[in-house]
């Protein structure tokens, strides 16, 4: 198996983690890797056809059960609670096996790890515990947060002042008899948005251009009033399909809504943009990794000057310092995703707040980590490393487009900064000073 001699934390696991490790990273090369590479080369449209690998590669990972991995087990997650650093083992397998499918497997446990969490017994009846119990991909969830006009805006307004300026929201919220009605529409960059079943939906419901009057809701997309648009043509992470969903009208019932318009709406945002940074950071130490694995094999075959290019000094050095990347990301990484865990307003453990600061910061690492091995790799690949054909080539416009998704590195270190400046002293995230700013 790949990296058994490479990485430090293989010697140290236990039997059980071990086993989660290959069993996944077996899926990855058996399923992800060739999914990913089929639909990379596809044209939008038809990586969403009825067939596309796409499909199939999520019914497998749902078959497997790794959706419900993150679920406390009264919401049908496991009975054992995997530890964080199975979570974690379990992510970084799926980040090294395709970026874009981890992807949408990140983004299809928002609704769900959300309704499980915050939901009503109505919505955890209805709509969860189906969801926990899909075998074959019938339900997928998407995040509906971004708009054309407010990209950078959300994931900065859930930590500065910039909360009072966002304006005027692109999916607005108006209250209706029994629930509210959403009118507007979201980003082009919706992941899974062309196929998901349902979104988690950020929409403004106040009047007065800000964000704090906003509400978080599961909807599901084939109501009346949902349109989507077609899927979206990028440089990379092609193995997800982005577009844009609109809503003409769309009626969400008071069950379907998680957070409602109040104080709580921007901690909620704030927490959970912890869990994905979080989340995220561990799926891009998979990325930074494989960059390493493709250069290093690379390296011992390919002979230039007479030897194999890995005995010149400089290659050496490129691939150490990949590696060193690989190994930090990786343990902070870790550790930043057991705290989020442990710590976030709404775990079974009762959390009393993860710190944006760390999960930011664990974001930001990891995400340039994966990015600049998979520039390095491409450097010590030479024109082979160019060549559609390589693994490389993909693995480095995945990771440029990693440096954007979810939220740009600069805007990640501000929001850092923002929490840093605050609240370095408090070892404890203070609820109250954050909601009084909202
Ligand atoms: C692969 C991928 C997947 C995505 N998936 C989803 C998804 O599932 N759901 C979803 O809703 N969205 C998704 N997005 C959208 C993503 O969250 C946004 O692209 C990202 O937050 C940046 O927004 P923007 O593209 O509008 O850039 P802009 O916000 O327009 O930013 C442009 C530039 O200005 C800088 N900038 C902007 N505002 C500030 C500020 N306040 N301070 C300092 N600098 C600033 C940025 O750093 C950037 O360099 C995805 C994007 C990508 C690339």
């Not at 499909?55 to 009264?74: Q, W």
């Not at 979206?232 to 009626?251: K, S, T, Y």
């Not at 990484?333 to 664990?362: C, E, F, K, N």
Request: some cysteine.
């Amino acid at each position: 198996m790949s990296g058994d001699r490479l990485f430090l934390d293989i010697a140290g696991l236990p039997d059980d983690e071990q086993q989660v490790r290959q069993a996944v990273h077996q899926v990855a090369v058996e399923v992800l890797r060739p999914a990913a590479r089929a639909l990379d080369r596809m044209e939008p449209a038809q990586r969403i056809e009825p067939g596309s690998p796409f499909f199939s590669a999520l019914a497998t990972l749902k078959s497997l059960g790794y959706h419900r991995m993150f679920l406390p087990a009264d919401a049908g997650g496991p009975d054992v609670p995997l530890s964080t650093q199975v979570q974690a083992i379990v992510l970084e397998e799926l980040g090294w096996g395709s970026l874009g499918l981890a992807t949408a497997f990140l983004v299809d446990l928002l609704p769900l790890t959300a309704a499980a969490r915050f939901g009503s017994p109505t919505l955890r009846a209805g709509l969860v515990a189906p969801w926990v119990e899909d075998e074959s991909g019938a339900y997928h969830g998407c995040w509906a947060v971004t708009e054309p006009d407010h990209g950078s805006d959300f994931m900065a307004a859930m930590r500065d002042d910039s909360v009072a300026t966002f304006g005027r929201g692109q999916l607005v919220a108006r209250r209706a008899e029994g629930g509210w009605m959403l009118h507007g529409q979201k980003s082009a960059w919706v992941s899974s948005g062309p196929v998901a079943t349902h979104a988690a939906v950020h929409a403004q419901a106040g009047t007065d251009g800000d964000l704090a009057h906003s509400l978080f809701a599961v909807v599901p997309l084939d109501v009346l009033g949902v349109r989507r648009g077609p899927p979206v043509d990028m440089l990379g992470v092609r193995d997800e399909p982005q577009g844009e969903l609109f809503f003409d009208a769309v009626f969400v019932p008071d069950d379907n809504v998680l957070v409602a318009p109040g104080p709580f709406y921007g901690v909620f945002g704030d927490q959970l943009l912890c869990t994905t940074s979080a989340a995220i950071a561990n799926v891009a130490v998979g990325v930074a990794r494989a960059a390493l694995e493709e250069a290093l094999a690379y390296a011992r075959q390919r002979v230039q000057g007479g030897r194999p290019i890995v005995e010149h000094k400089n290659v050496q050095l490129t691939l150490y310092t990949m590696f060193e990347r690989v190994e930090t990301a990786r343990a902070y990484s870790r550790a930043v995703l057991d705290h989020v865990q442990r710590a976030v307003i709404g775990s079974p453990d009762g959390g009393t707040g993860a710190s944006p600061r760390h999960s930011r910061a664990a974001q930001v690492f990891a995400k340039r980590a994966a990015y600049e091995n998979a520039h390095d790799a491409v450097q010590v690949c030479g024109a082979m490393g160019l060549n559609r054909e390589s693994l490389v080539e993909k693995l480095f416009r995945d990771a440029r487009c990693l440096l954007i998704e979810d939220g740009t590195l600069e805007v990640l270190s501000l929001d850092a900064a923002d929490d840093l400046i605050h609240n370095y002293e408090s070892e404890v995230y203070d609820l109250e000073e954050v909601m009084a700013r909202w």
